[in-house]
């Protein structure tokens, strides 16, 4: 089955990594667009988005 993926935070990677080997295709992920963190206003990726 081909599925579409949305979420951002960390707790949704394991879902994410999960669908491949059940025999699903992830045809396109959805997250929040990166955003600047710490000190130095750095721009970081989503977690869903590394993981992806």
């Known amino acids: 089955m081909r599925?579409?993926?949305?979420g951002?935070?960390?707790f949704?990677?394991?879902s994410l990594r999960a669908l491949p080997p059940a025999g699903h295709e992830?045809?396109?992920v959805?997250?929040?667009p990166d955003r600047p963190k710490g000190r130095g206003r750095q721009?970081?990726?989503t977690p869903v988005r590394?993981?992806?």
Do not use: D, K, M
């Not at 599925?3 to 949305?6: E, G, Q, R």
């Open 8 to 10: 951002t935070p960390a």
């Open 43 to 45: 721009v970081e990726a």
């Open 3 to 6: 599925i579409v993926f949305a």
């Open 26 to 28: 992830v045809a396109l």
């Open 12 to 14: 949704a990677v394991p």
């Open 30 to 32: 959805l997250s929040q």
């Open 50 to 52: 590394a993981a992806a």
